[in-house]
């Protein structure tokens, strides 16, 4: 279905006495020569295309229609790039009710004249989807990128050239409701970081009173620098695969998660699974009003507040885990006494973070001070 | 029914667009097979090997799935040797074909190639379950652990080797659907497929309400090991698993694991009935510690008589227990054990006026309950009694039996004790709650 159609005519050399231009007399019907399809933007895909027009001297129009074909009208543009100084768009004008345009080409002498092509195309697009392997100690992943491209525009293509704005660029016929998947980006032993984190805001605290377990979310980090091998570009969004080497030959799959898109220097972390053999209970075992201030009513009208909360974790698999925890202090507080060091992350979050050794049992307080409640 | 099918053919490349399916060279079968299965999620990754027969050049195999389950997005192959002279360049989903795929390989070599196809599918499913025998003195139990595989996947494996999965996944899409979806990727603009598949498969889940079938037990060794927060159980040897049919594996069997039985009571969580419990420790200790016991339905018996004659207990859905960590069976409500708490005291007093208008400010309420504990059984037996009260500005004075007492958090206590058969403990708590501005 091929459906942008490039006519060249000869429609005589008066100019303005054909709004009903009859396009009989045609000249040629030239072949794309070469396309690229454009991918680094995620909503448009521009598609240039070159074409080898058969000028004569004078006005020459040149047609070009999109049936069946959802081009952006208002984003096409024509580059002479043959003769560039010679040969110019006299005007361009856009039949009543038709997808199509024509261009008034003048020409001062007869030329084989290449012209470039460029509009945006809806309904053609691509996905980015990831796939990573890590090896059994979970310390790297070996990664791969697929483009994944979807071309419902109505329009074959080919041998377009495929790109986005980094990794392999292929050469590839694509046909209308076609979708491919190409490998275009590859990078071994990608270093990442194995992290659990028990967030007490989203949690439950008791798990002995949840029916089932809790699992505590388990993610890998992955920095886009030069050290993993990348950092060349932002990586775009997409799914991603987690596999691991299961040390017989063979694989497990270990989870999916989107990866957002991530510039240069910065990190992405891939949720892919629960923890069961991890056990956090978390029980507040101090709460009392202290500090009290009360009104002429005798109504208490400040306080502050002494509070213990007590995290006991135990980790039941025979290899060591890196835990965070997200504790929550809402309102203004002092911390008093704490069994671990903590990082603030903002006004109201703690994260603990700690290496918890197989088989091992670990127990964090912390005693604070709520202030200046009302 | 083998309804996955690869065709490999032979065109050349400039050909293009018109996708013939004709200069079939080989229909190469399966050599092997690999099924791991995950019960967190519909959801089981294939990896099975083919020798495929390259030709110097471009190649193009094609793999058809229609009526299967088989995620597309999820499809991937990859030469076993000279990986360096095999390129797969792309693989496409031709326009208006459901099922369909098409791999475009680069050879720099011609003859058989062994090759990998990985894909996910949903439609097999596997599921631990456990039936528990307590010895006639309730001290110890016979635990034997099986593994159900059913197979609803639309494909028959055949001399499969089947790996199972105990853990929870997180998955973005349910393969499901994925393998509903046409396009495969979708389209740039969403458009919701039809739905035939989805009656196929509600008709499948219909099936399996009823379905029971063709259990079968055979003694194969299950080989078990932890990968990532996973835990992999791969079955000796391989299985045939046709479509529609389920298999049951026996994983564990061991006797001689010691129990607690014991009973709670906590009317905030159960309400006035006390409820049995059966605990023990997945450990060594306890004869078991070897790995994690997959979550899964239990069924506890007793043995009531010397010819071994089983009473049916109860039955639990048990958690995923670490190695060494502590299962607590809930086997429901009892009669013959009562725990009553009765209110036989209460008094308020220490009230508070504040100064302008002589309103109550705040005042102390003290509650004594009297509790009686009844164990109506011929065995001795342990019980929890837990206590919540409203908040944290509270004292507490223990009377009487009361076993081991202990403070769990800022509003709950608990009790622990043993009763001797047929006999009756009884305790008072005098709790004295502080309102209003008694807490300052």
């Known amino acids: 279905m091929k459906r942008i159609l490039v006519l060249a005519a000869i429609s005589g050399i008066i100019l303005f006495s054909n709004t009903s231009h009859s396009r009989t007399k045609l000249v040629a019907l030239p072949e794309r020569a070469d396309t690229v399809i454009r991918l680094d933007n995620p909503h448009f895909t521009l598609v240039e295309e070159e074409r080898v027009l058969t000028l004569q001297k004078g006005t020459n129009q040149v047609d070009f229609s999109w049936a069946g074909v959802s081009i952006d009208s208002d984003s096409i543009c024509i580059k002479i790039l043959t003769h560039p100084k010679e040969v110019n768009i006299i005007s361009v004008s856009y039949p009543p009710g038709e997808n199509a345009l024509v261009w008034q080409i003048y020409s001062p002498q007869a030329y084989e004249e290449k012209i470039r092509i460029s509009y945006l195309l809806r309904s053609i697009d691509r996905l980015i989807t990831y796939k990573a392997v890590a090896d059994k100690n979970e310390t790297n992943v070996n990664l791969q990128s697929f483009l994944v491209l979807r071309n419902f525009s109505g329009e074959d293509f080919s041998r377009a050239k495929i790109l986005l704005d980094y990794g392999e660029i292929f050469e590839k016929s694509v046909a209308h409701e076609e979708t491919k998947q190409m490998l275009f980006l590859t990078r071994q032993n990608v270093p990442i970081e194995k992290q659990l984190t028990f967030d007490a805001r989203v949690l439950p605290w008791e798990p002995e009173k949840v029916q089932g377990n809790v699992g505590i979310p388990v993610t890998y980090t992955i920095v886009n620098d030069k050290k993993s091998g990348l950092g060349d570009c932002g990586l775009w969004g997409g799914k991603a695969r987690i596999f691991q080497d299961d040390g017989h030959g063979s694989t497990i799959f270990l989870g999916e998660d989107n990866v957002a898109f991530t510039p240069v220097r910065e990190k992405f972390s891939l949720y892919i699974g629960d923890s069961r053999d991890i056990v956090v209970t978390q029980r507040k075992i101090k709460d009392v009003m202290v500090n009290i201030r009360k009104n002429a009513d005798n109504a208490v009208i400040l306080y502050d507040t002494d509070e213990i909360m007590k995290i006991e974790i135990e980790n039941f698999k025979d290899s060591p885990v890196n835990l965070t925890l997200i504790e929550n202090i809402p309102g203004q507080w002092d911390m008093e006494e704490t069994s671990h060091q903590y990082e603030k992350e903002d006004a109201n979050t703690l994260k603990f973070k700690m290496d918890l050794p197989a088989k091992g049992k670990q127990t964090i307080t912390y005693h604070y001070h709520r202030r200046n409640v009302r | ?440």
């Not at chain 2, 999620?41 to 389950?69: C, H, I, P, Y």
């Not at chain 2, 194969?220 to 298999?247: A, C, D, M, R, V």
């Not at chain 2, 594996?249 to 905030?268: A, C, M, T």
């Open chain 2, 1 to 440: 029914m083998k309804k996955i099918i690869s065709v490999f053919c032979l065109i050349f490349l400039f050909s293009a667009i018109g996708y013939c399916k004709i200069d079939l060279t080989t229909l190469p079968e399966r050599d092997r097979v690999q099924l791991t299965i995950y019960n967190s999620a519909d959801l089981t990754f294939v990896r099975e090997s083919r020798t495929l027969t390259m030709k110097k050049g471009d190649n193009r195999l094609q793999f058809s799935w229609a009526n299967t389950l088989i995620d597309p997005t999820s499809l991937e192959l990859f030469p076993l040797k000279d990986a360096d002279k095999i390129t797969v360049t792309d693989l496409f989903f031709p326009p208006r074909i459901t099922g369909l795929g098409v791999w475009n390989i680069n050879s720099h070599i011609s003859g058989k190639s062994p090759c990998e196809i990985n894909y996910f599918t949903s439609g097999i499913s596997w599921q631990a379950y456990y039936l528990a025998t307590l010895s006639q003195d309730e001290k110890t139990m016979k635990l034997d652990g099986y593994v159900k595989v059913t197979n609803r996947s639309g494909e028959d494996y055949e001399n499969a080797q089947v790996r199972l999965i105990v853990g929870k996944i997180h998955l973005l899409d349910e393969i499901a659907m994925l393998a509903r979806r046409y396009p495969p990727y979708g389209r740039p603009i969403e458009v919701i497929p039809p739905d035939e598949q989805g009656r196929r498969e509600q008709l499948f889940r219909a099936k399996a309400a009823v379905a029971g079938a063709a259990d079968r037990v055979v003694v194969k060794q299950i080989e078990k090991e932890g990968l990532s927060e996973y835990f992999l159980y791969t079955i000796e040897g391989t299985e045939t698993i046709p479509n529609n049919w389920t298999k049951r594996l026996l994983s564990f069997s061991q006797d001689k694991i010691p129990v607690v039985n014991f009973y709670k009571y906590e009317e905030e969580r159960f309400g006035k009935s006390v409820i049995r419990f059966l605990s023990f420790k997945n450990d060594k200790a306890h004869n078991l510690g070897k790995e994690p016991i997959p979550d899964g339905l239990i069924k506890v018996f007793k043995i009531v008589d010397k010819d071994e004659h089983l009473s049916y207990i109860g039955q639990d859905n048990t958690k995923y227990i670490p190695v060494d960590e502590d299962v607590e069976l809930n086997l429901g409500a009892v009669l013959d054990i009562k725990v009553e708490p009765k209110l036989i005291d209460y008094k308020t007093y220490n009230y508070n006026f504040n100064a302008p208008n002589r309103n109550i400010s705040g005042w102390d309420e003290e509650k004594t309950y009297r509790i009686t504990v009844s164990n109506y059984r011929n065995l001795p037996v342990k019980i929890e009694i837990t206590r919540n009260f409203p908040h944290q500005y509270w004292t507490i004075e223990n009377k009487g039996d009361f076993g081991e007492y202990r403070q769990i958090d800022i509003d709950t206590v608990r009790y622990t004790m043993e009763v001797p058969p047929n006999t009756t403990k009884q305790f008072t708590c005098k709790v004295v709650l502080r309102w209003g501005d008694r807490q300052h």
